[in-house]
């Protein structure tokens, strides 16, 4: 579990860097989830909620685009 939200933090340090706003949205929504989730007792959804976690952190190194305005007509 904390190998995982280790590197969902990694993930989002790369995927937002630069966008501070981005960077501490995504840092709150981590710690969030996984402090809601921290008393969970069953394996069966422990196993689950890692699977999602695993997805999630897929997802942002995936298809998450940054773009960065280089003049005023030109991303």
């Known amino acids: 579990v904390l190998k995982l939200f ?3 933090h990694r ?11 981005a ?4 840092r709150q929504k981590i710690n969030e989830e996984f402090r809601s989730k921290q008393d ?8 689950e909620l890692l699977k999602i976690a695993s997805d999630v952190e897929v997802i ?3 298809s998450v685009v940054q773009a960065v305005h280089t ?3 030109k991303i």
Do not use: C, G, H, M
């Open 23 to 26: 960077l501490e949205a995504a």
């Open 71 to 73: 003049d005023s007509d």
């Open 40 to 47: 969970e007792t069953s394996e069966e959804k422990i196993d």
């Open 6 to 8: 280790k590197l969902l």
């Open 60 to 62: 942002l190194r995936t």
């Open 11 to 21: 993930t989002r340090q790369e995927v937002f860097k630069n966008d501070t706003r």
